[in-house]
C-alpha cells in the first residue's frame, strides 16, 4: 500500500506510527510543513527504505514561516522529494495571500534551479493559481495534486500540464472527491492519507487507512483490489524512477 502524504511528525507518537509503517509495508510520503522539521522528520525514516521524506513548508504557514525559506534553499539540494508546499485560497487564509505566493514561488524557483523535483502540492480553492505558477517554470519537477477539490476545468488544466493526484479516503467519501477523482488518468493516481489531519471514523486518519481508498478506487472503476493495489504500485515505481 502507498501513502503518498502523510504528516508522521505530527502524530502523538511519531516513531511509532513509522515503525508500523515499515512492518506493514506500506510505502509513505512523509511531508513536512515546516523546513525546520525537516531533519527531524527524515530521522523517524532512518531505519526504512520504504519511507521518503519530503521537504515542506505549508502554505498555511508561509506568513509565519518564510524566514526559513534560506534554510529550504540550503537543505533543497539534499531532498529529493518536496512537500507539502503550495496555496491555500480559503477566506481564513486568504489575508495572507502574497506571503504564500512569495514562498511557493521562491520555492519552486529552488525546485526548478535544482533540476527538478517530485512535489506534493496543496491547492485548496487555489488550482488556477498553482497550475499558472507550475506552467510558467518548465523544468520545475512532477507535481502531484494533493486531496485535489478544484472544477472540473482546472482538473482538466491540471491533467494536460501533467500533473498526478493523490487521493484518501476523506476524499473518497463524498460525491465530489469521487466525480474528479474517476475523470484522474489511473497511471497519474496514488493513495494518501493527510493523517493525522484528515479524518475517518471521527478519528486521525492513520498511513494504512489508504487501503479505504484502494476500496474506494475499486467501487469507482469496476477493478478489483488486487488490481488497483497492483496498478498504484506500479505508478509509485514509475513516479519514484523519473
Ligand atoms: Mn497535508
Redesign the pocket.
Given at each position: 500500500m502507498i501513502d503518498s502524504?502523510c504528516?508522521i511528525d505530527l502524530y502523538p507518537d511519531p516513531q511509532m506510527v513509522a515503525n508500523d509503517c515499515e512492518s506493514r509495508g506500506l510505502c509513505v510520503l512523509s511531508?513536512t510543513t515546516t523546513p525546520s522539521a525537516w531533519s527531524g522528520t527524515a530521522a523517524l525514516a532512518s531505519g526504512s527504505s520504504r519511507i521518503k521524506t519530503a521537504l515542506g513548508l505549508h502554505p498555511q504557514l508561509a506568513h509565519q514561516r518564510k524566514s526559513e525559506l534560506p534554510l529550504f534553499e540550503q537543505l533543497l539540494i539534499d531532498a529529493h522529494y518536496v512537500g507539502?508546499i503550495g496555496l491555500d485560497g480559503a477566506p481564513e487564509f486568504r489575508q495572507h495571500w502574497n506571503d504564500q505566493v512569495l514562498v511557493f514561488t521562491r520555492i519552486l524557483d529552488a525546485c526548478k534551479k535544482a533540476g527538478g523535483r517530485v512535489m506534493s502540492i496543496?491547492s485548496r480553492r487555489a488550482a488556477s493559481a498553482v497550475l499558472d505558477h507550475l506552467e510558467e517554470r518548465p523544468g520545475v519537477g512532477t507535481p502531484i495534486l494533493?486531496w485535489f477539490s478544484g472544477s472540473q476545468s482546472e482538473l482538466e488544466r491540471a491533467v494536460a500540464y501533467g500533473c498526478w493526484f493523490s487521493v484518501g479516503p476523506a476524499m473518497l467519501v463524498g460525491e465530489k472527491g469521487r466525480r474528479l477523482a474517476a475523470r484522474m488518468p489511473r497511471d497519474r493516481i496514488l493513495t494518501e492519507s493527510?493523517g493525522p489531519?484528515a479524518r475517518v471514523d471521527g478519528r486521525s486518519a492513520l498511513p494504512w487507512d489508504v487501503e479505504r481508498a484502494v476500496g474506494c478506487l475499486s467501487d469507482i472503476w469496476n477493478e478489483p483490489a488486487k488490481s488497483v493495489e497492483a496498478l498504484l504500485h506500479n505508478n509509485v515505481m514509475r513516479l519514484a524512477s523519473s
Amino acid at each position: 500500500m502507498i501513502d503518498s502524504h502523510c504528516h508522521i511528525d505530527l502524530y502523538p507518537d511519531p516513531q511509532m506510527v513509522a515503525n508500523d509503517c515499515e512492518s506493514r509495508g506500506l510505502c509513505v510520503l512523509s511531508v513536512t510543513t515546516t523546513p525546520s522539521a525537516w531533519s527531524g522528520t527524515a530521522a523517524l525514516a532512518s531505519g526504512s527504505s520504504r519511507i521518503k521524506t519530503a521537504l515542506g513548508l505549508h502554505p498555511q504557514l508561509a506568513h509565519q514561516r518564510k524566514s526559513e525559506l534560506p534554510l529550504f534553499e540550503q537543505l533543497l539540494i539534499d531532498a529529493h522529494y518536496v512537500g507539502e508546499i503550495g496555496l491555500d485560497g480559503a477566506p481564513e487564509f486568504r489575508q495572507h495571500w502574497n506571503d504564500q505566493v512569495l514562498v511557493f514561488t521562491r520555492i519552486l524557483d529552488a525546485c526548478k534551479k535544482a533540476g527538478g523535483r517530485v512535489m506534493s502540492i496543496h491547492s485548496r480553492r487555489a488550482a488556477s493559481a498553482v497550475l499558472d505558477h507550475l506552467e510558467e517554470r518548465p523544468g520545475v519537477g512532477t507535481p502531484i495534486l494533493h486531496w485535489f477539490s478544484g472544477s472540473q476545468s482546472e482538473l482538466e488544466r491540471a491533467v494536460a500540464y501533467g500533473c498526478w493526484f493523490s487521493v484518501g479516503p476523506a476524499m473518497l467519501v463524498g460525491e465530489k472527491g469521487r466525480r474528479l477523482a474517476a475523470r484522474m488518468p489511473r497511471d497519474r493516481i496514488l493513495t494518501e492519507s493527510d493523517g493525522p489531519f484528515a479524518r475517518v471514523d471521527g478519528r486521525s486518519a492513520l498511513p494504512w487507512d489508504v487501503e479505504r481508498a484502494v476500496g474506494c478506487l475499486s467501487d469507482i472503476w469496476n477493478e478489483p483490489a488486487k488490481s488497483v493495489e497492483a496498478l498504484l504500485h506500479n505508478n509509485v515505481m514509475r513516479l519514484a524512477s523519473s
